[in-house]
Nanobody
């Protein structure tokens, strides 16, 4: 069992930046960020494997940067050029393997409790 704890959420103005972090209690191979806005499905944001392979969802490309410190079992999401539509609860997810369907919720066994991000216009 791996526990995931997110931090860094908060309020940011449109166009601003915010950095989210996720700390894992043990080693994992794949780690990812998902987000869920009120009334919407949970959406894939980005993923990074310990091998270095990196994936971004459409909403994150060109604006967000995912990074990992494999030795420290941590992951971060640098959110730049924030938009009001980025407002959501952001979840950290992880698994012991990397799956082809990295963008699906069921590709990850472990989940954090989420951290709220609000982007004001």
């Amino acid at each position: 069992q791996v526990l995931l704890v997110e931090s860094g959420g908060g309020l940011v103005q449109a166009g601003g930046s915010l950095r989210l972090s996720c700390a894992a209690s043990g080693r994992t191979f794949s780690m990812a960020w998902f987000r869920q806005a009120p009334g919407k499905e949970r959406e894939f944001v980005a993923a990074k494997w310990s091998s270095g392979r990196t994936y971004y969802g459409g909403s994150a490309k060109g604006r967000f940067i995912i990074s990992r410190d494999v030795d420290k079992n941590t992951m971060s999401l640098q959110m730049n050029s924030s938009k009001p539509e980025d407002t959501a609860v952001y979840y950290c997810a992880a698994d012991n393997v990397g799956k082809a369907a990295y963008y699906r919720r069921d590709a990850y066994t472990y989940w954090g409790q989420g951290t709220q991000v609000t982007v004001s216009s």
